[in-house]
């Protein structure tokens, strides 16, 4: 599938971020099922323990929003590298999310797509644990 569109927006909300400590900038686009688009940012605090990620930003605004069946993630950083989800994020985009597309770019306009279960292969919803 096609997530140029989605990566674009999450480069708009990379600007929005407000990495206080870490400098490190980080916007999310969250694409809904009927094909709406949330946007989150990473927000940091002095107490830095009650810092949000983006994805959870997205994830969480989206659901206070009423969304509840989603497609994909895309996730845009001011790293050179790609950046994956946290392992905090991963927890909650598979438990609240399922196992969708996770669009990652870099830099040099490339992009990585990976479903959730790659990223998350044992998750607390998983298989695994039903043996």
Same mark, same amino acid.
């Given at each position: 599938?096609?997530?140029?569109?989605?990566?674009?927006?999450?480069? =708009? *909300?990379?600007?929005? *971020?407000?990495?206080?400590?870490?400098?490190?900038?980080?916007?999310? *686009?969250?694409?809904a099922?009927?094909? #709406? =688009?949330?946007?989150?940012?990473? =927000?940091?605090?002095?107490?830095?323990?009650?810092?949000?990620? &983006?994805?959870?930003? &997205?994830?969480?605004?989206?659901?206070?929003?009423?969304?509840?069946?989603?497609? &994909?993630?895309?996730?845009?950083?001011?790293? #050179? #590298?790609? !950046? %994956? %989800? !946290?392992?905090? !994020?991963?927890?909650? =985009?598979?438990?609240l999310?399922?196992?969708?597309?996770?669009v990652?770019?870099?830099?040099?306009?490339?992009?990585?797509?990976?479903?959730?279960?790659?990223?998350?292969?044992?998750?607390?919803?998983? #298989?695994?644990?039903?043996?």
């Open positions: 599938m096609e997530y140029n569109f989605l990566v674009e927006k999450s480069k =708009i *909300a990379l600007k929005k *971020a407000r990495p206080t400590y870490s400098n490190f900038y980080v916007g999310a *686009a969250l694409l099922e009927n094909g #709406d =688009i949330i946007l989150g940012c990473n =927000i940091e605090t002095a107490s830095y323990g009650l810092t949000i990620c &983006a994805e959870r930003c &997205a994830i969480f605004k989206a659901i206070s929003e009423g969304y509840t069946k989603f497609k &994909a993630i895309a996730i845009a950083s001011s790293s #050179d #590298d790609f !950046c %994956p %989800p !946290c392992g905090a !994020c991963r927890e909650v =985009i598979m438990d999310c399922g196992n969708i597309d996770v990652l770019s870099n830099s040099k306009n490339e992009i990585k797509i990976f479903k959730m279960n790659e990223l998350l292969p044992f998750n607390f919803g998983s #298989d695994f644990f039903k043996k």
